[in-house]
């Protein structure tokens, strides 16, 4: 059996001892680094013109 990470799931300890095989985080750790990354792009590129005012 497979589950997708939500709020609410069980420890995977104990979806493991329900029998779950597989635990999906899904694209949540894509979009967590995109955030991140965007961010400190964003940073970078205001850090960057504020020194060549």
């Given at each position: 059996?497979?589950?997708?990470?939500?709020?609410?799931?069980?420890?995977?300890?104990?979806?493991?001892?329900?029998?779950?095989?597989?635990?999906?985080?899904?694209?949540?750790?894509?979009?967590?680094?995109m955030e991140?990354?965007?961010?400190?792009?964003?940073?970078?590129?205001?850090?960057?013109?504020?020194?060549?005012?």
């Amino acid at each position: 059996m497979n589950v997708m990470v939500m709020e609410g799931l069980p420890s995977h300890a104990r979806l493991s001892e329900l029998g779950v095989a597989r635990i999906s985080y899904g694209p949540i750790p894509f979009i967590r680094a995109m955030e991140a990354l965007g961010q400190e792009a964003s940073a970078t590129f205001n850090r960057a013109t504020r020194s060549d005012s």
